[in-house]
């Protein structure tokens, strides 16, 4: 799966890369994934696209709900949640694919699927997504929808006992935040993950509310987070300051060692000293 940043990284580079291109060839579920999701029968792929053009590509902001990459294919359009590949005509394709689509110019795009991921394709206007697959139409934070009286609202609507990841990383509350972007935005905020939040006072909840649009901001405009990788195969600009990358060595800010542990499906990435459990100093 991708995350926000990624999802607009991935969809700006479609835009600058594929649109235009006419597809030729598509396979879908070469290699099958207990976790790949597709609309339909994958075998049907080929003759759903075969033969149209790409005409735009958006961070799932057009039909969907963001964190996803929204790809529109002349009257299809494909949403996807997998990282996405471009290899020219003289580049080696992967191993293994959940989604290969070969473009006229002897260019193609592929799907390999990470964890879970979707990779629907359905006839645009219609309301094709499946049944069991979670989409809250709402705004994403990189929008200006989601400004401070749609983050309050959010905050009133969420049980107070529930903890600052819950309330950002569970039930899709928040599209394309999930469990990887979740240890910036909580470190940039001095909060505790595991914080409860009838816990905040107004000044760290309102800290909360920007550093989920700063910190978001910041990996979208540097290219995506150094965790993961673009279009091109290239890891993203942004540093993390909590990740797997950068478990092993202190806090950049304090010089404390981060803890990792295990919580709410996924490991969290924080450290004690400046973001403490007990409230804000
Ligand atoms: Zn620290």
Redesign the pocket.
């Known amino acids: 799966m991708i995350e926000l940043p990624e999802a607009y990284v991935l969809s700006e580079q479609i835009n600058q890369t594929l649109v235009g291109k006419t597809v030729m060839n598509v396979t879908a579920n070469a290699h099958p994934h207990a976790f790949a999701w597709y609309t339909g029968n994958p075998n049907t792929y080929h003759e759903k696209l075969y033969g149209k053009k790409i005409i735009s590509s958006n961070p799932g902001t057009g039909y969907t709900c963001g964190g996803n990459v929204e790809i529109l294919c002349d009257d299809m359009l494909m949403v996807i949640s997998t990282p996405i590949k471009y290899h020219t005509s003289s580049e080696k394709l992967p191993a293994k694919h959940q989604l290969l689509i070969e473009f006229e110019d002897g260019s193609y795009m592929s799907c390999t699927v990470q964890m879970w991921g979707a990779m629907f394709c359905f006839p645009v206007g219609e309301d094709g997504l499946p049944d069991n697959y979670v989409c809250n139409r709402c705004p994403d934070p990189l929008t200006e929808a989601f400004n401070k009286d749609y983050f309050d609202t959010l905050w009133n609507n969420t049980k107070q006992s529930l903890s600052a990841k819950a309330f950002l990383a569970t039930e899709q509350r928040i599209p394309g935040l999930g469990n990887g972007v979740l240890h910036d935005i909580l470190w940039n905020a001095n909060i505790h993950p595991k914080r409860k939040l009838q816990t905040f006072n107004d000044n760290e909840k309102e800290k909360l509310y920007h550093s989920i649009k700063s910190t978001l901001l910041a990996m979208r405009i540097q290219g995506g987070r150094d965790t993961e990788r673009d279009l091109f195969g290239n890891k993203g600009g942004y540093k993390t300051a909590l990740s797997s990358n950068t478990f092993k060595y202190s806090?950049p800010?304090?010089?404390?060692d981060i803890i990792r542990e295990a919580y709410l499906g996924g490991n969290i990435y924080y450290?004690p000293?400046?973001q403490p459990f007990e409230r804000g100093r």
């Open positions: 806090c800010s304090c010089g404390n450290c000293a400046c």
